[in-house]
């Protein structure tokens, strides 16, 4: 009886530790600092999570796809360098479509090299990380990029706007989670993501094209990086080159603290969301209880050993138990 | 009587909720073969844990020469003589046969320099043991499956043995390898070592071992001496009931030619191959590993491109160049590695099964639950799989109702041709005549289904005419009525037969 209430728990915490884990810190910040569960504390830190949540949402495709994507900050920045740009020569309504369409270009390239000429995604991506940021560099010569008229265009909305009070990249992150979790949970594309992580030589044994759908992993993913971009140039209506710098990481750590598994097949949208919320209340609190902002650079990763740990640590301990 | 030299008492391991072992005893005298028996799950694989110091039993006790002994790690039991030969191997593939076998241990001089002479000296000595054609500088990447096994038994006579546990050692070895294996065994019991083997091969069983102890669901079911007992016998012990392997032609009347394929050739993998099978007919390939019975699977499954030949499907010709190609003009294949190419492990049942045909089972854009479960509770009922739920994940199930899963998976997509490769491999005695059945009622509801296996009985079983290959070639052709095991395993050694006996 006693083994099978511990079981019980044990299990609970295998499959829902992580989110067991967010409300035990957010009680505990909550009752070291009340401050920490104010309305306005709590939304600024959901619509500053905002940009990383929509990049998150992409890679976790990618990753369970079983592979990886290291070049979403830099594409990140890119986005936002050429969308400023090309809003004073285009004007916005334009350059959006066209941001966009550059984007996709930088995905669907990773996404040929590793779908269709099956390299391995850690070094494309890393080799994408430094080459989109000479890229950015080209593009801007250098410089900061800003809008030379921040209070004439109507381009702030997605960065600044707020609809019925709630601010507009907090329902962004909230729209493209809802729609990316249908895509991956409920379409026949999200299984096929699923089985080519899963076991790709099984996808391609049971006539899933396997090439195509890792593609369209990186397809997805660039476009969150340019939705995320958008935001990110709306925002701040200027920019510099470098404004992802180091975000691949933080994303990285978001998708698996969110408990999608780094060798694929493994993971959901809402695991990933609660992820990005975690990394960002974390961070959040750690400022509220006075410590530097540098701080969060070391306990980012702390937490990705940590998230690491815990789910090779829970998937041991279910290897060494018998098939029941 | 001699003292035993491993004795295991009354041992207890449970998991949360299971009770894995439930009081197994096992006794290995010295010079005795002893195969340890039993289904899947049977709790074979835990003991030899809880023996080799993975896993602490709960209650009893291990005994080494009547000492009783607590095993803490592998590395504590291989210093006390007791040694496991894994199924799977686990070589450094870059590293020389010396380096692998001393792997940890390799001979010093000074400085903590490896004394590379004295390495190879004591490597081969040991390998001229084992008889083997390969010297101590070899890299083991080179090696055949079955050579790099021997590397394996290798490790294992570094240390002066007691007791020596082989987990199915011949899984993929040829008949020559086999009996160099037994040799060694042999060679090994005249030293007075212990043998526990694991093996699911009755006819192995019976050639080599001299006692059989028998696990079932956990539980010891009793030892019997070899030489005093039947296949029956084990078999029931087993599984609580025998097992029927008699020819089983079908006594329905054959369709139309389903597949029609004439002078198929990929290069040096198989070369001029012609045959058909008809609806209702069951075709059997028999061959040993590497006659190229595998890749004439997956060249019809779009996964090879033949160089020359052509292939009819309904008397149509097909070009076939992807899977996707032949899932299309109705192919289905089971793949010989399950666990690899038949199913994603991580993901439940019902999405293994229904995966080829996902796209078609939608309402909008979203897959439709309903058609999903439908297509899956059909198929569960229809071939009887055991599992609690549709949730299930794959992984978790028994190797009899995964295998059952990826033949599902075909059928529901109704093909023209089902292709079962190996279809019983590491599956336990029980679960074989279940599937054996199946391919049976498969054939008898009119569809034409080719079982490519390695295990004669089988193929005499199920089929009604085999075709035997021989290194890449169709030796022979044989009905049911006329083939007699002689004649079939000269066919697949090369032997071209005597037209005039």
Not at chain 2, 364 to 382: L, Q, T, W
Request: proline share 3%; charged share 20%; aromatic share 6%.
């Amino acid at each position: 009886m006693t083994a099978l209430t511990k079981a019980g728990i044990g299990g609970l915490l295998a499959r829902q530790g992580i989110l067991v884990a967010f409300v035990v810190f957010m009680i505990v910040f909550a009752i070291a600092n009340p401050r920490f569960i104010d309305i306005d504390n709590v939304s600024g830190v959901i619509r500053s999570s905002a940009i990383l949540g929509v990049m998150a949402l992409g890679v976790t495709f990618v990753v369970i796809g079983g592979n990886l994507d290291l070049s979403v900050g830099s594409m990140m920045s890119f986005s936002t360098i050429v969308v400023l740009d090309l809003h004073d020569t285009l004007g916005p309504t334009l350059a959006i479509p066209a941001m966009f369409a550059l984007t996709l270009c930088l995905g669907a390239f990773i996404g040929f090299l590793v779908g269709y000429l099956r390299l391995n995604s850690l070094i494309v991506t890393l080799g994408m990380l430094s080459a989109i940021h000479g890229l950015t560099l080209m593009w801007s010569g250098g410089q900061n990029m800003d809008i030379a008229d921040k209070w004439g265009t109507w381009f702030g909305f997605f960065g600044r706007g707020s609809i019925a009070g709630v601010p507009v990249p907090i329902l962004m992150f909230a729209l493209a989670a809802v729609v990316l979790s249908l895509v991956l949970s409920k379409t026949p594309f999200g299984r096929k993501v699923y089985a080519v992580g899963g076991n790709g030589t099984a996808a391609t044994f049971s006539g899933v094209p396997r090439a195509r759908v890792v593609f369209m992993t990186y397809i997805i993913s660039a476009a969150c990086v340019a939705t995320a971009g958008l935001m990110q140039a709306s925002r701040s209506l200027g920019s510099q080159n470098t404004v992802g710098q180091g975000m691949e990481l933080e994303v990285l750590a978001a998708v698996i603290l969110g408990g999608a598994s780094l060798l694929g097949g493994s993971g959901t949208i809402f695991k990933t969301v609660i992820g990005v919320l975690i990394l960002g209340f974390i961070q959040n609190g750690l400022l509220l209880i006075g410590l530097e902002f540098y701080v969060q650079y070391v306990v980012t990763w702390v937490i990705i050993i940590l998230a690491v740990w815990l789910d090779v640590a829970a998937k041991r301990s279910r290897l060494w138990s018998p098939i029941a | 009587m001699t003292q035993p030299v491993l004795r295991l008492e009354g041992i207890v391991k449970t998991f949360p909720g299971v009770r894995a072992l439930d009081g197994v005893d096992l006794e290995v005298r010295p010079g005795e073969v002893h195969a340890l028996m039993g289904e899947n799950g049977a709790g074979k694989s835990t003991l030899m844990k809880v023996l080799g110091g993975i896993l602490q039993p709960n209650e009893g006790r291990i005994y080494i020469a009547e000492q009783p002994t607590v095993m803490t790690s592998p590395i504590e039991a291989k210093g006390k003589g007791v040694v496991f030969i894994h199924q799977e191997l686990s070589l450094a593939d870059e590293l020389t046969v010396a380096e692998n076998i001393f792997l940890g241990e390799l001979p010093r001089k000074s400085f903590g320099r490896v004394d590379w002479a004295r390495l190879y000296a004591e490597t081969d000595a040991i390998l001229s043991q084992l008889r083997v054609r390969f010297d101590a500088r070899t890299r083991v990447g080179d090696l055949s499956i079955a050579n790099q096994q021997m590397v394996e038994i290798a490790r294992a006579l570094t240390v002066d043995p007691r007791a020596v546990i082989f987990d199915e050692p011949t899984a993929s070895l040829t008949d020559a390898e086999k009996s160099v294996l037994f040799d060694v065994i042999a060679d090994l019991q005249k030293k007075g070592v212990g043998i526990i083997y694991i093996s699911h091969r009755m006819e192995e069983i019976f050639r080599i071992t001299d006692r059989i102890s028998v696990l079932r669901d956990g539980s010891y079911r009793g030892t019997l001496v070899t030489k005093d007992t039947s296949e029956d016998e084990v078999t029931q012990l087993m599984i609580g009931r025998s097992l029927d392997l008699s020819r089983n032609a079908s006594h329905h009347e054959l369709g139309e030619v389903a597949l029609e394929v004439r002078g198929l050739s990929c290069g040096h993998l198989y070369r001029d191959v012609s045959f058909n099978v008809r609806k209702g007919e069951v075709l059997g390939f028999y061959g040993l590993v590497g006659a190229g019975r595998t890749e004439i699977a997956e060249t019809l499954f779009g996964l090879r491109t033949p160089d020359a030949g052509t292939i009819r499907i309904d008397g149509k010709e097909a070009r076939i160049t992807s899977p996707i190609d032949a899932i299309r003009q109705g192919i289905g294949l089971v793949p010989e590695d399950r666990k690899g190419q038949g199913l994603v492990l991580g993901m439940n049942c019902r999405d293994n099964m229904t995966l080829p045909q996902v796209d078609g089972l939608t309402s909008g854009p979203f897959v439709s639950d309903g058609a999903e479960i439908e297509i899956f509770d059909r198929y569960k009922d229809k071939l009887d799989i055991r599992t609690p739920s549709w949730r299930q994940t794959v992984g978790n199930l028994s190797g009899g109702n995964q295998q059952k899963i990826v033949i599902g998976k075909w059928l529901s997509m109704r093909p023209e041709v089902l292709i079962v490769d190996e279809p019983t491999r590491g599956i336990d005695v029980g679960s074989k005549s279940e599937i054996h059945n199946l391919i049976r009622d498969l054939a008898a509801q009119g569809y034409a289904v080719i079982v490519i296996s390695s295990e004669m009985p089988e193929v005499l079983h199920v089929s009604d005419r085999i075709v035997a290959m021989y290194s890449g070639k169709v030796m022979r052709e044989f009905t049911s009525e006329e083939v007699t095991e002689d004649s079939l395993i000269q066919a697949i050694s090369g032997i071209v037969p005597d037209r005039a006996a």
